[in-house]
């Protein structure tokens, strides 16, 4: 890893923050990039992939901050990725990614809002950032309220698919050293958004454990789920078969 | 040209009778004929002859079904492209076609014809796309072999339809090629920076060059001679040029882009030719053309299966979203096909 002198470089708990923030929207983008050609509509061709490219745009930037972009990306072991484990899960049908994307957004916002609100480096691309995941936070919100409110068939998938992924929701709220932030009020405030959306949408908020067995939250700690090593898979391969060249 | 002019005013002085009906029906020609002569616009509301309307519905939805199956072949390499800045490209261009797509769609349902009715064509195979994206990407440097010639023979095609008589298609074309061009810029610089590389990347290039070139000269469509729609597309000003011009234009700017590039093009015959002023190149492969056409090439299939797979599999969210608009606004609801 080469740290040049960014204000990571001076901060070493900042520059693993923005590694694992950086992580997360790498593989969210990475997943969400598999969507082109198959989404069901146009339009969500054109939304999946508006949200893939903020994302995208935010990792490289979160990613510069701890290093250099394409070395982390793709010179790193899975071990040695820091992303929580809902943004690696399979992408399933249309409602396992707008459940996921719900999470996620939700999340995303809320921590943006309070980087933006605060002092550190992060503040200026938080700013940004949350501008970008608000719409986010729209479009999942909005489709989780068609799929749970549309058809019979859509308001099973859309519940099979919010329980699938509930367990890997308590891994967001882990304390991430150097940002300063209160993650019990940002649980708390995720919680309630969250309810709210599916209340709205006619879908019971699932009762399951919100950790699972990994209680540790092993994502931030470089502990994956299966999946995740077939997408760095295909993530890495090119660039890893040609050393050092330049694209 | 304006709605409700000379076509109007016949339609009301003289319905019923045989005589009537033909002298109408002349001057509602004679206005488009003028109107298409004074290189004026069509318009939605404006009266067209009946072939006109529906050689522009087979051409903008050909064009519309082209953007939507063209996302394939460079999707393909959206998960493995090889560094963050050329993946964010590359899916800001996938992206910029889906909405090329509903651009074009949507003007072709000036016409008449729905978005649903069109797809369920291209999903039936009735009707086609362009023949391209029949092959395959196979290499990284593909990427950029599409940007380059893909996309460049793509502009020579479109830039003449910016002034094509069909308004609401020439208004289309004025940002689809402002993004191609940008397309094609980002493709010519990551084959440079393949060709600037590594040995391993120039091979690669190469490669990709060699298997790109012919496929895009076949772009423009059938030989002058072979071609059915041509004289009557430019009759109407639908179209500007002939595909033999169109392809002669595309060959005479590429030559020394791929020189600038330092890549050859795989055609022993092409040379300069000082009297014509243009560059000669070797005889096209039309049995191979007329195969992919057919249904015969080698992604046709995958490509097909892979449309009506995405359509298939989103059904049931379509039809969550039509029910949804249905309970929440009283509206009919959106697409349901």
């Known amino acids: 890893m080469t740290t040049t002198d960014t204000a990571a470089a001076t901060d070493p708990a900042l520059a693993s923050a923005a590694l694992a923030l950086g992580d997360d929207a790498l593989v969210l983008a990475q997943r969400l990039g598999e969507w082109a050609g198959n989404a069901p509509v146009l339009e969500e061709e054109v939304a999946l992939a508006n949200i893939a490219l903020d994302l995208l745009g935010q990792a490289r930037v979160l990613l510069s901050l701890a290093g250099d972009e394409d070395e982390l990306a793709f010179l790193r072991e899975e071990r040695a990725f820091r992303n929580v484990q809902l943004v690696e899960q399979p992408n399933g049908d249309f409602a396992h990614t707008i459940a996921r994307q719900l999470y996620f957004s939700t999340y995303q916002r809320l921590l943006y809002a309070a980087l933006a609100a605060g002092d550190t480096p992060l503040a200026g691309l938080a700013a940004k950032a949350v501008k970008e995941v608000a719409y986010h936070q729209d479009h999942a919100e909005h489709w989780t309220l068609r799929l749970g409110d549309g058809t019979e068939e859509s308001h099973r998938r859309m519940r099979t698919a919010c329980e699938a992924l509930w367990r890997y929701t308590g891994e967001l709220f882990q304390p991430l050293d150097g940002l300063g932030l209160d993650t019990t009020a940002l649980e708390a405030a995720w919680l309630d958004s969250v309810t709210a959306v599916l209340t709205r949408a006619g879908l019971p908020v699932p009762t399951g454990s919100r950790t699972g067995a990994w209680r540790a939250g092993a994502g931030r700690q470089g502990l994956h789920t299966e999946h995740f090593g077939r997408l760095l898979a295909e993530m890495q391969h090119l660039h890893r078969s040609h050393p050092g060249a330049t694209w | ?337």
Not at chain 2, 103 to 113: F, Q
Not at chain 2, 225 to 252: C, G, P
Not at chain 2, 254 to 279: I, S
Not at chain 2, 286 to 315: S, Y
């Open chain 2, 1 to 337: 040209m304006t709605a409700g002019t000379a076509g109007t005013a016949v339609t009301a002085e003289a319905p019923g009778t045989h005589a009537a009906d033909a002298a109408a029906q002349a001057a509602r020609e004679a206005v488009f004929d003028a109107a298409v002569a004074a290189d004026e616009r069509i318009e939605p509301r404006d009266w067209m002859p009946e072939a006109y309307r529906a050689s522009l519905v087979r051409q903008i939805a050909q064009h519309a079904h082209s953007e939507i199956i063209g996302m394939q072949p460079e999707a393909n390499w959206i998960t493995r492209a090889p560094s963050l800045r050329r993946k964010a490209i590359l899916m800001a261009k996938v992206q910029d076609e889906a909405g090329h797509g509903l651009y074009l769609y949507s003007a072709a349902e000036t016409l008449g014809v729905s978005r649903d009715e069109l797809l369920d064509k291209l999903h039936t195979g009735r009707q086609k796309y362009s023949s391209i994206f029949n092959y395959p990407t196979l290499t990284w440097a593909d990427v950029g072999a599409i940007g380059w010639l893909v996309d460049g023979a793509a502009i020579t095609n479109q830039v003449p339809l910016c002034r094509c008589s069909y308004g609401p298609y020439a208004r289309a074309m004025v940002r689809v090629c402002k993004e191609e061009s940008f397309h094609q810029r980002q493709g010519y610089e990551a084959l440079l920076a393949l060709s600037r590389g590594t040995e391993a990347q120039h091979a690669m290039a190469q490669d990709a060059v060699d298997r790109w070139w012919w496929p895009s000269l076949m772009m423009f469509g059938p030989p002058d001679d072979e071609s059915t729609h041509t004289a009557q597309a430019m009759a109407w000003k639908i179209k500007r040029h002939t595909n033999d011009e169109l392809r002669q234009r595309f060959v005479d700017i590429a030559v020394p882009q791929a020189e600038a590039l330092g890549l050859t093009l795989p055609d022993p015959d092409l040379k300069w030719n000082e009297e014509r002023g243009h560059y000669d190149f070797g005889p096209i492969d039309w049995a191979e053309f007329w195969d992919v056409l057919k249904g015969d090439g080698p992604c046709n299939d995958q490509r097909i299966t892979k449309r009506r797979q995405a359509h298939e599999d989103g059904a049931w969210v379509r039809e969550a979203a039509a029910a949804y608009a249905r309970k929440h606004t009283g509206q009919p609801g959106e697409a349901q096909a």
